[in-house]
């Protein structure tokens, strides 16, 4: 099957920095690459959604100016959460899309601010 | 946008028994309907889905099946294993919004095999 990868697989910040994740799929190209968050025992929750060459599509409630994603090629697609606060700790989980319905998952960043 | 209920939340069952996760969605354009298991701290695993033109679909122990008319599908798992103790979560498209590929998930079953 298709595979994603992530990194960081987890990061700890201090409150007011910016992390950056990145996405990238492995073995095929994702035209599409949606990015989650998941916090404990709750289902994903999806952010936005970002096309290769063109803004991403944001979820409302999700500030654009906060959550900065870059889809700049085929196979990568970064998310950069700037000045970062302690409600900002979560599990961020990216997916890529190839051509069809499926959904190919990352690893997931697990995400902690101090 | 697409509603997705599921149900239940939490789900304990004996080793050997059988689980059933019922989902109901709200875009009757809806076509393609996965169900994904996580385990703790990984990532959400496909494991089996279903598209609209057929009412059932079965992997070995695992099985789909499809109502578009009551619009709910429901993820059955027979003769459960201890290893099959995960959450499970039931998604569906946003067809009507113009968003084909984009999932909404349900809440999730976090369910328990017992041996």
């Known amino acids: 099957g298709a595979v994603v990868s992530q990194h960081p697989s987890w990061v700890i910040c201090k409150s007011g920095t910016s992390v950056k994740i990145e996405c990238r799929s492995l073995?095929?190209?994702?035209?599409?690459m949606f990015w989650y968050r998941q916090f404990p025992k709750q289902s994903l929750m999806l952010m936005a959604t970002?096309?290769?060459?063109?803004?991403?599509?944001?979820e409302q409630g999700v500030e654009k100016d906060k959550f900065l994603i870059n889809h700049a090629s085929l196979t990568l697609s970064t998310l950069t959460v700037t000045s970062a606060h302690p409600e900002d700790s979560s599990f961020y989980i990216c997916?890529?899309?190839?051509?069809?319905?499926?959904?190919?998952f990352g690893p997931g960043t697990r995400l902690t601010v101090t | 946008g697409e509603n997705v209920e599921q149900h239940p939340s939490t789900l304990s069952v004996q080793e050997g028994d059988s689980a059933v996760i019922k989902c109901t969605y709200s875009?009757?354009?809806?076509?393609?309907f996965p169900w994904y298991k996580q385990e703790l701290g990984k990532r959400p695993q496909l494991i089996i889905d279903?598209?609209?033109?057929?009412g059932e679909k079965k992997d070995q122990r695992i099985a789909v099946t499809l109502n578009k008319t009551a619009k709910h599908f429901s993820l059955h798992i027979t003769e459960t294993q201890p290893e099959d103790s995960a959450v499970y979560f039931c998604?569906?498209?946003?067809?009507?919004?113009?968003?084909?590929?984009?999932?909404?998930f349900g809440s999730g079953t976090q369910l328990t095999v017992l041996p």
């Open positions: 997916s890529g899309v190839a051509g069809g319905f499926e959904q190919y």
């Open positions: 073995d095929f190209q994702a035209t599409t």
């Open positions: 970002s096309n290769e060459g063109s803004k991403a599509t944001y």
């Open positions: 875009d009757s354009a809806s076509n393609y």
């Open positions: 279903i598209r609209s033109n057929v």
């Open positions: 998604a569906a498209p946003a067809i009507s919004s113009g968003s084909a590929r984009q999932l909404t």
